[in-house]
Protein backbone atom coordinates (compact mmCIF):
# COMPACT_ATOMS: atom_id res chain seq x y z
CA UNK A 1 0.00 0.00 0.00
CA UNK A 2 1.39 3.47 -0.60
CA UNK A 3 0.08 6.53 1.20
CA UNK A 4 0.03 9.87 0.62
CA UNK A 5 -0.48 12.46 3.52
CA UNK A 6 -1.90 16.16 2.56
CA UNK A 7 -3.17 18.93 4.62
CA UNK A 8 -0.31 20.61 6.92
CA UNK A 9 0.18 24.00 6.89
CA UNK A 10 0.43 27.27 9.28
CA UNK A 11 -2.22 28.25 11.75
CA UNK A 12 -1.66 30.42 14.72
CA UNK A 13 -2.10 28.85 18.14
CA UNK A 14 -5.30 27.08 19.48
CA UNK A 15 -6.79 26.91 15.72
CA UNK A 16 -7.30 24.09 13.62
CA UNK A 17 -5.89 21.62 10.92
CA UNK A 18 -7.43 18.31 9.63
CA UNK A 19 -4.49 16.09 7.71
CA UNK A 20 -5.97 13.47 5.53
CA UNK A 21 -3.58 10.14 4.04
CA UNK A 22 -4.41 8.58 1.13
CA UNK A 23 -3.93 4.94 0.37
CA UNK A 24 -3.31 3.60 -2.81
CA UNK A 25 -3.22 -0.49 -3.38
CA UNK A 26 -5.00 -3.34 -2.14
CA UNK A 27 -5.37 -4.37 1.80
CA UNK A 28 -5.87 -0.74 3.03
CA UNK A 29 -8.84 -1.91 5.04
CA UNK A 30 -6.95 -4.73 6.47
CA UNK A 31 -4.24 -2.14 7.71
CA UNK A 32 -4.20 -0.21 11.55
CA UNK A 33 -3.26 3.07 10.69
CA UNK A 34 -1.19 5.99 12.44
CA UNK A 35 0.23 9.22 12.66
CA UNK A 36 3.53 10.11 13.92
CA UNK A 37 5.41 13.09 14.38
CA UNK A 38 8.91 14.74 13.85
CA UNK A 39 10.56 17.72 14.78
CA UNK A 40 14.24 19.22 14.84
CA UNK A 41 14.04 18.25 18.46
CA UNK A 42 12.93 15.20 19.07
CA UNK A 43 13.08 11.70 17.62
CA UNK A 44 9.66 11.14 15.67
CA UNK A 45 6.65 9.94 18.34
CA UNK A 46 3.17 8.31 18.45
CA UNK A 47 0.35 10.75 17.98
CA UNK A 48 -2.00 8.82 17.29
CA UNK A 49 -3.46 5.21 15.69
CA UNK A 50 -7.07 3.19 14.45
CA UNK A 51 -7.64 -0.18 14.22
CA UNK A 52 -9.02 -1.84 10.81
CA UNK A 53 -12.35 -1.36 11.73
CA UNK A 54 -12.51 1.92 13.19
CA UNK A 55 -13.84 1.64 16.39
CA UNK A 56 -10.78 1.25 18.51
CA UNK A 57 -8.57 4.44 18.30
CA UNK A 58 -5.53 5.21 20.97
CA UNK A 59 -3.44 8.65 21.35
CA UNK A 60 -0.63 9.79 22.59
CA UNK A 61 -1.52 11.74 26.16
CA UNK A 62 -0.14 15.21 24.53
CA UNK A 63 -2.99 15.27 21.92
CA UNK A 64 -5.49 13.30 23.42
CA UNK A 65 -8.78 15.09 23.59
CA UNK A 66 -7.29 17.65 21.15
CA UNK A 67 -6.53 15.23 18.00
CA UNK A 68 -9.32 12.67 16.44
CA UNK A 69 -8.06 10.33 14.38
CA UNK A 70 -10.69 8.53 11.83
CA UNK A 71 -11.21 6.34 9.04
CA UNK A 72 -13.13 5.90 5.80
CA UNK A 73 -12.42 2.52 4.46
CA UNK A 74 -14.43 2.99 1.46
CA UNK A 75 -12.36 6.10 0.49
CA UNK A 76 -9.33 4.73 1.95
CA UNK A 77 -8.34 7.81 3.86
CA UNK A 78 -7.35 8.10 7.25
CA UNK A 79 -8.04 11.77 8.77
CA UNK A 80 -6.33 13.26 11.55
CA UNK A 81 -8.45 16.30 13.08
CA UNK A 82 -6.34 18.86 15.19
CA UNK A 83 -7.84 21.11 17.08
CA UNK A 84 -6.90 23.82 19.71
CA UNK A 85 -3.06 23.46 18.31
CA UNK A 86 -0.25 24.72 20.43
CA UNK A 87 2.98 25.34 19.12
CA UNK A 88 4.40 22.37 20.16
CA UNK A 89 2.12 20.42 17.90
CA UNK A 90 4.65 22.38 15.28
CA UNK A 91 6.27 18.98 13.22
CA UNK A 92 5.98 17.30 10.17
CA UNK A 93 3.33 14.35 10.22
CA UNK A 94 3.62 11.02 9.03
CA UNK A 95 0.87 8.49 8.43
CA UNK A 96 1.95 5.01 8.68
CA UNK A 97 0.31 1.47 7.58
CA UNK A 98 0.73 -2.20 9.08
CA UNK A 99 -0.17 -4.62 11.30
CA UNK A 100 0.97 -3.60 14.77
CA UNK A 101 -0.31 -6.46 17.74
CA UNK A 102 -1.56 -4.14 20.24
CA UNK A 103 1.24 -3.89 22.28
CA UNK A 104 3.59 -2.62 19.76
CA UNK A 105 0.71 -0.15 18.36
CA UNK A 106 2.63 3.08 19.51
CA UNK A 107 5.83 2.03 18.36
CA UNK A 108 7.01 3.04 14.31
CA UNK A 109 8.71 0.05 13.68
CA UNK A 110 5.71 -1.65 14.02
CA UNK A 111 4.68 -0.31 10.67
CA UNK A 112 5.93 -1.14 7.69
CA UNK A 113 4.00 1.58 5.09
CA UNK A 114 4.75 5.04 5.56
CA UNK A 115 3.48 8.62 4.38
CA UNK A 116 6.05 11.18 2.58
CA UNK A 117 5.23 13.85 5.39
CA UNK A 118 2.85 17.26 5.64
CA UNK A 119 4.31 20.42 7.52
CA UNK A 120 2.20 21.17 10.52
CA UNK A 121 3.38 24.87 11.89
CA UNK A 122 1.46 26.34 14.96
CA UNK A 123 2.73 29.68 15.84
CA UNK A 124 2.26 31.33 18.95
Known amino acids: VQLQASGGGMVQAGGSLRLSCAASGQSFNSYSLAWFRQSPELEREFVAA????????HYSDSVKGRFTISRDNAKKIVYLQMNSLKPEDTAVYYC??????????????????WGQGTQVTVSS
Open 50 to 57: IRVSGSTT
Open 96 to 113: AGGRPILSSIRSDSAYGY
